[in-house]
């Protein structure tokens, strides 16, 4: 069965060399001082394929939405397929590793949600929270 091992959430995010490389790495929390406001979101993601599931083509898809009212602020959808490589022993789980970045307009604060769908049966999904950080007025 594929496994969502990492799914996370950065400032920025890159693959190189089959190493991740991110900026502002592992939050659940994002502090804004107005709003709506775009942010760029990285996102890490580290899919386990069993042995014997590789040689196939799945699908993939990333939703960010707010967790009060469902609406979804960007989402993406792709494909991958990993082989066995040569000299690699009988068994061995084939990571694959995405990195993605782009804008992300969060309209309030509050809760949010990435999910990630592998074939469209959810992988793996984690909530965070965006905190306002303006000054409130006192009564």
Request: proline content about 6%; hydrophobic content about 35%; overall charge negative.
């Amino acid at each position: 069965m594929i496994d969502v091992d990492f799914l996370l959430l950065a400032d920025y995010a890159e693959i190189t060399g089959g190493k991740l490389y991110m900026a502002g790495g592992g939050w659940d929390t994002l502090t804004l001082g107005e709003f709506p406001q775009s942010r760029n979101v990285g996102v890490a993601l580290g899919i386990g394929v069993p042995w014997d599931e590789t040689n196939r083509r799945y699908r993939v898809h990333l939703e960010i939405r707010n967790e009060d009212t469902g609406k979804t602020l960007t989402e993406v959808e792709g494909e991958f397929e990993t082989g066995r490589p040569a000299g690699v022993p009988a068994g061995t789980t084939q990571l694959i590793q995405i990195a993605l970045n782009g804008p992300v307009n969060f309209e309030d604060a509050g809760g949010y949600i990435i999910e990630c769908l592998i074939d469209g049966v959810c992988a793996r999904r984690r909530p965070f929270r965006v905190v306002d950080a303006r000054p409130r007025s006192k009564p």
